[in-house]
Nanobody, 130 residues
Framework: QVQLVESGGGSVQAGESLRLSCVAS????????MGWFRQGPGKEREGIYR????????ACADSVEGRFTVSRDDAKNTIYLQIDNLKPEDSGMYYC???????????????????????WGQGTQVTVSS
């Protein structure tokens, strides 16, 4: 069964932190890569971070480095996204994703999304008020 289930979103004040979780089915968890995307109101979905099966995490864009941390717990088939010092512009729906192909995706294509077909979770909403 293919499954990605996100949780941990919520409504917070600017400056607070959240840790989002994504539990993946075993068939997806070890693929290159898993990671996080977000979609703000009226915006396109954008890649935040990807993480390899070995735990090497790489930001999809320079703008997210510093306040975002991604990690994984292999015992729980779970990846995490820690967001510190939340800002109102961080508001949106956050999704985790895994490649449809068992051979995974290249690092560039995973973040860009154009040539890497993915399975998506249902998303978890983050709302940050000032």
């Amino acid at each position: 069964q293919v499954q990605l289930v996100e949780s941990g979103g919520g409504s917070v004040q600017a400056g607070e932190s959240l840790r989002l979780s994504c539990v993946a089915s075993a068939s997806l968890y070890s693929r290159y890569y898993m990671g996080w995307f977000r979609q703000g109101p009226g915006k396109e979905r954008e890649g935040i971070y990807r993480i390899s099966p070995g735990g090497v995490a790489t930001a999809c864009a320079d703008s997210v480095e510093g306040r975002f941390t991604v990690s994984r717990d292999d015992a729980k088939n779970t990846i995490y996204l820690q967001i510190d010092n939340l800002k109102p512009e961080d508001s949106g729906m956050y999704y985790c994703a895994a490649p449809k192909s068992e051979y995974g995706c290249s690092s560039r294509s995973y973040c860009s999304g154009t040539t890497c077909e993915k399975f998506w979770g249902q998303g978890t909403q983050v709302t940050v008020s000032s």
